[in-house]
């Protein structure tokens, strides 16, 4: 990858950051402050670490300069004007896939792996990469609540300074301080006439071709040798025929389908007798999501909502 197009490229000056990001780094260090940890329980237990305002508008302006590189077309991690639909459509036609999971990928991608990127690929000076890594990073060690620090206990979790969840940030630069080992996984997909894409913590590899049974082993090899753990119960291989779950997408022969849930979802709110404007704008968000899968779905239902003439609202 060419890092030359990011604005940090090469910063030597404590300045000429601070016009970028427009932030005075000198207080840096109160910014770790805005972040208060907590465990959400649905729709599973997971750590987050959304930041308050302050630091996420900073951490919005270090995502625009991120923009501006020129990704690999198989990346959907983060990329402005690509989504998991996108992912989905890149191997609708391959044959075989093979799904892989990455465990506490966030919690994983540490302060080291976020300053060696800044460090390494975006060749800025050590105490610039130092405070970037900074502002991309929460150090929780101090401000972890007794939930929490059971939880990171519970979950095996290794660094408690590391890559935040909830961040506008997280999901573009898990990918930038992992790049090597994303670009190694791109070799040996390449090696076994397969095509891979990442999108944040899914890795997937299809082929027209069966996918030799050597590539998941080699595969995990190279994800622990990076210091990242692969989710087992999620590793999944599908056939020529299967329906194949990609990023909450269904594939079938080369095809993409409207995932059930959101079928479920129209199908359920079609029961009721009558429904309030929230309730039948949740259908109309509905039926556009399901658009994305199928232009030639709920067509009726849609042009009926618009006419006005669907079934009486709720006084």
């Given amino acids: 990858m060419d890092f030359s197009k990011c604005p940090f490229y090469g910063l030597k000056r404590k300045r ?11 207080n840096r260090n109160a910014f770790n402050l805005q972040y208060k ?16 305002e302050g630091i ?42 093979l799904k892989m999971d990455l465990s506490k990928f966030f919690p994983n991608t540490c302060r080291e792996k ?3 990127f800044y460090h390494n690929k975006l060749k800025v000076s050590s105490d610039i990469a130092s405070i970037l890594t900074d502002l991309s990073s929460v150090d929780i060690t101090n401000i972890m609540s007794t939930e929490v620090k059971n939880f990171i206990a519970e ?19 898990s990918y930038l301080a992992n790049v090597d080992m994303f670009d190694e996984l791109n070799r040996l ?45 999620k590793t999944k291989t599908y056939m020529t025929n299967d329906y194949k779950k990609i990023t909450g997408c269904v594939i079938k022969n080369h095809e993409l389908f409207i995932p059930n849930k959101t079928r479920y979802k129209i199908a359920k709110l079609l029961k ?10 949740s259908i109309l968000g509905l039926i556009n999501n399901a658009h994305l899968f ?5 067509n009726d239902l849609q042009q009926k909502i618009k006419n006005n003439s669907f079934k009486k609202l709720k006084m």
Wanted: charge should be positive; aromatic fraction near 12%; include cysteine.
């Fill in 16 to 26: 000429d950051l601070n016009v970028i990001i427009k932030v005075k780094t000198k």
């Fill in 294 to 298: 199928d232009r030639s779905k709920y």
């Fill in 56 to 97: 996420k508008t900073i951490q919005k302006r270090i995502k625009k300069q991120f923009d501006l590189i020129e990704f690999p077309n198989n990346v959907f991690s983060g990329i402005k004007g690509r989504s998991y639909i996108d992912n989905a459509y890149y191997h609708i036609e391959s044959n075989y896939f």
């Fill in 155 to 173: 979950k095996g979790i290794r660094y408690t300074n590391h890559l935040p969840s909830g961040s506008p940030i997280s999901s573009i630069l």
């Fill in 189 to 233: 997909a390449k090696n076994n006439n397969c095509i891979v894409s990442f999108y944040v913590d899914d890795i997937i590899f299809s082929s027209k071709h069966k996918i030799p049974n050597t590539l998941v082993q080699k595969a995990k090899r190279i994800i622990i040798k990076y210091g990242q753990i692969v989710n087992e119960d």
């Fill in 272 to 281: 009721q007798e009558c429904y309030t404007q929230n309730e039948i704008n």
């Fill in 37 to 52: 940890p907590y465990i959400e329980k649905i729709p599973k237990r997971r750590l987050i670490e959304a930041p308050k």
């Fill in 114 to 116: 976020i300053y060696n």
